[in-house]
């Protein structure tokens, strides 16, 4: 019997998952020192990402996608509600090469290969849930102002997506190539937190 698609997907990138939560990124958050300009570089290279992501999504025309994509699940208005925030608050938003090259890569995959990209970003936001009070007290965030991103996870919708996608990608030649990209997802957004994590960790010992 074919494992659940979701299954696999979950299954194959469980490393990939324990990597990013060892980052100096994600060290810095739970810790309370991750300055802010990082969180909102965070912000803002989601937001690129994602531009791209649910801008195909929409105009996909596969059978398999249109099963599992909807309208409910953008998150693009999120981010761009949390940067009006933070940009009324005077930051500015750099450049994220990661992030661009992770946009570019999305507008040129496969229909099918956009459900892995999903898959992972999606799920992204229920780890975000848990990391949401971090984000609220380092920040002094206040009535959810720059916090709708990092508050937009839900697991009933997370349940519903994941049940869309074992019924759209039955075949096992299908689920190969959504674990294909959902690992080369993972892997963008590793590269997008190695930018982020600059400078965070403690300086390297002199030599002796």
């Known amino acids: 019997m074919t494992d659940r698609a979701t ?18 990124f994600a060290a810095a958050m739970l810790a309370g020192t991750l300055p802010l ?18 801008a195909e999504l929409a105009r996909a025309t596969c059978p398999s996608v249109a099963s599992v994509w909807s309208p409910d699940l953008a998150k693009l208005p999120f981010l761009e509600r949390d940067l009006r925030h933070f940009l009324a608050l005077g930051a500015v938003l750099r450049p994220c090469p990661a992030a661009t090259e992770f946009a570019d890569e999305i507008r040129h995959s496969g229909a099918t290969e ?47 997506l994941t049940e869309r996608l074992d019924r759209a990608l039955g075949e096992p030649a299908v689920q ?33």
């Open 176 to 208: 190969d190539r959504v674990l294909a990209a959902a690992e080369r997802a993972y892997r963008h957004v590793a590269l997008i937190s190695a930018e982020l994590s600059v400078g965070l960790g403690s300086p390297a010992p002199e030599p002796v």
């Open 7 to 24: 299954q696999r997907l979950r299954n194959g990138t469980r490393t990939w998952h324990q990597a990013l939560e060892s980052t100096e």
């Open 114 to 160: 956009l459900l892995g990209y999903l898959y992972v970003l999606e799920g992204s936001t229920l780890g975000a849930l848990f990391l949401l009070r971090y984000v609220t007290e380092a920040y002094r965030l206040t009535d959810g102002n720059g916090t709708s991103y990092y508050g937009s996870g839900d697991r009933a919708r997370w349940a519903a």
């Open 37 to 54: 300009d990082r969180y909102v570089g965070q912000l803002a290279a989601y937001r690129v990402v994602l531009e791209a992501l649910e």
